[in-house]
């Protein structure tokens, strides 16, 4: 991206597991929120008190994948073991300078076990609006070959734009 670009918004997205791109999924997905672990401090010679973040630890995150109705490749989410789900977009932004748009493509894959399968409802002629949860171990957004970022609860990994912030710490344990 540009350095006087503004961001706009998402063009359009795919949505794959780890074999095949996924048709079906309703038209809005969100994303995992990164919640820092964190414990209260204080005592003597502090004024008060502050929450300590805990590096590369964050709480319980979770995504959820919305069919438009019941679907096949749906129940997969919910076997045994550790399902993948990637998303790849087109990012737009506005060159400010030049005065166009740029197109940039954002990938993010996504790790995690089956927590909660939602069938939805039925009506006649309206979709289900089906819904998978996965609880999410691993989370890995990547744009234009950098990675911004990439968290592996198990592995214990928390890469920012590049940089591992854990490689200390691993290093110490």
Known sequence: MSVNSVPEKIVNYNVYNELERLVGI??????????????TISGA???????SVTPGHF???????????????AFSFMKN?????????????????????????LKITIKGNGKNLNLGKM?????????????????????EGIVL????????????NGEDQLALIRSQI
Request: hydrophobic letters at 40%; proline letters at 4%; aromatic letters at 6%.
């Open 123 to 143: 009506a006649v002629g309206q979709p289900t609006e089906s819904a998978n949860t996965l609880e999410v171990l691993y989370v890995k957004v990547e744009s």
């Open 149 to 160: 970022l990439e968290l592996d609860k198990l592995n214990f990994i928390f890469v920012v």
């Open 26 to 39: 309703s038209g809005e997905i969100t994303l995992p929120t990164l919640e820092a672990m964190t414990e």
């Open 59 to 73: 709480g319980s995150m979770e995504i959820e994948i919305p069919f438009k109705t019941i679907f096949d490749k």
């Open 81 to 105: 073991g550790i399902s993948t789900v990637v998303l790849r977009a087109s990012q737009q932004s506005k060159d400010v300078a030049a005065g166009q748009l740029l197109h940039r493509p």
């Open 45 to 51: 010679g502090i004024a008060g008190e502050y929450e």
